[in-house]
């Protein structure tokens, strides 16, 4: 008992997962390499690793990052609404817990860049997704905005995500020429990362 009441709020979730899905921790894809680090985006910070996970070699960004770059915050609302969701068997993450997105959320996307990838940091689960979810996201809060569907304080999150999806086009870019050039091989370390920095400040 006492060992329960040690642990954290984390460990005991992650605790109930593998209870439910019998997946041992070590069994978890793990990082490779030690290739992990943080996206800066205009002040948000998104903890990223590279994983060899269900699909071969996986870019992962967690839950928590993109849910401080998308909503700025966990909502104590977001949280009851991804509480509710998970009791009823789906796994929803929290950065589209809003009631407003759900007609804008199909079985594609659920199957696709929204299926949760659990790895090991260390000996820490974190849970993640494919770097495709943050595009994947971002349309999701463009079509809700589109179709009137969402509320007048959200529509400044609508606005972040259009941000985000033009910064990380221009990026993109950047980065093929950089590839096509063979330039990706000089350039700094983090040199991309400034450089999509510049554009979401600009925007924003």
Known sequence: MGELNNMTIEQKAAKKRWSKTGQAPSSLPRIVGGFSGTLNLAGAKL?????EGPRGIQRILTET???N????????ASKRLKKAAEEGGAHLPIFLAP????PFIDNDLLAGPLKPIDYLDGDREVRGYDASVITAVCNIWLKAREKGALQKQQLAKAQQAEIIMRALADTAVVALIDEATGYQAARP???L????EMIVRKEL
């Open 189 to 191: 370390r983090d040199a």
């Open 193 to 196: 990362q400034q450089y999509l």
């Open 69 to 76: 770059g998308i909503l700025g915050s966990r909502s104590g």
């Open 65 to 67: 990052g993109i849910t």
């Open 47 to 51: 903890p990223c690793a590279v994983i």
């Open 99 to 102: 009631g407003q997105l759900k």
